[in-house]
């Protein structure tokens, strides 16, 4: 029985070594040479234990010639073990992080801003804790028309329409067909919608990391912290008590030098929302890059959102039913 299993366990190394030789080209040279060397010593060791007839061998010779040879295939099995591992484990090349300045980023907003004329986009929004008081799980369809033209509208899985929200220049108009109600007013005071208030601003906020509308306003100010293999920006501008604080703090991941998270702040200098970017995948003519995932984390504790766009086209003619409600006279 032992002189069989001998017998395969030989075949079975030679195998191991025949191949290590065979794959031996696509570890490099160096490994190659290795494998090469290795394989040539097992097979030698495996041919200095040659398979012995059972009948010539008495119960000791047995005995050693089994322990000498189970001893030289652990040896030949760890050494080409310690040949993948070398292989696989090589040290990979470091990621280059591109450098920037506060100036060169702020330009870099405004160029990502001037890129798009027009958006249409398609998503969907899963809403947890409570944030947007109409649904959970809302589809919906972004129209937006540089410089300051946006339309909203959110629907249920069904079809049924949950709002309208538009937003020109500084003036809002909100539609809730379920509820039977048309709010409107000023944008930088949404105290007339009420608990709605939040989450469409929270909204208006997110949508600027896709529409690039998240640029350094001229009474702005900017410092640049390296953070890591980010950048961040921290923005400084005036609150409406005339004071100049942090408003919002931009993080640019080094690799592409895009927007991946934003803080927006309160006068006290709390956290009033935090915005992740995620999934960036070229648009249009592939020179553009935007973020097909954004996770909004409420500051106040009030719950979080999370959008996936399925479909953007830019720089594309709206039409008049697209546009058909995107005025407020």
């Known amino acids: 029985m032992w002189f069989w299993r001998s017998r395969g366990t030989v075949g079975q190394a ?6 290590a030789v065979a794959d031996s080209p696509r570890l490099g040279t160096s490994a190659s040479w290795r494998a090469e060397g290795w394989a040539g010593a097992i097979l030698s060791a495996v041919e200095a234990h040659p398979p012995v007839p059972f009948g010539v061998m008495d119960g000791g010779r047995r005995r050693r010639v089994r322990s000498s040879f189970v001893s030289t295939i652990v040896v030949s099995v760890l050494a080409l073990t310690s040949i993948s591992g070398c292989a696989l484990f090589a040290p990979r090349e470091e990621v280059q992080l591109k450098q920037a300045t506060a100036d060169e980023l702020t330009a870099l907003l405004s160029q990502r801003e001037a890129a798009i004329r027009t958006m249409k986009g398609l998503f969907s929004a899963k809403v947890q804790g409570g944030i947007i008081p109409i649904a959970s799980r809302v589809e919906g369809a972004l129209y937006y028309r540089r410089p300051n033209a946006m339309r909203l509208r959110g629907f249920t899985a069904v079809g049924s329409e949950l709002f309208e ?99 927006r702040l309160t006068e006290s200098g709390a956290v009033e929302a935090t ?55």
């Open 165 to 263: 929200f538009v937003q020109v220049e500084d003036q809002f108009r909100l539609r809730l067909p379920t509820m039977g109600r048309v709010l409107s007013g000023n944008s930088s005071d949404m105290g007339e919608m009420g608990k709605l208030a939040r989450p469409f601003q929270l909204s208006v906020w997110a949508m600027g990391g896709v529409l690039g509308t998240g640029i350094i306003a001229k009474n702005e100010t900017v410092t640049l912290v390296e953070d890591g293999d980010r950048y961040r920006l921290e923005v400084f501008g005036p609150f409406p008590n005339g004071t100049q604080l942090l408003r919002r703090r931009l993080w640019f991941e080094r690799q592409t030098l895009y927007v991946v998270r934003e803080d």
């Open 275 to 329: 915005i992740q970017y995620e999934d960036f995948r070229a648009i249009g003519d592939g020179r553009l890059l935007r973020p097909f995932k954004i996770v909004l984390e409420d500051g106040r504790g009030q719950g979080s959102v999370q959008v996936t766009f399925h479909e953007m086209t830019p720089n594309q003619p709206l039409t008049a039913a697209d546009l058909a409600q995107v005025s407020l006279r």
């Open 14 to 19: 030679s195998l191991l070594a025949q191949r």
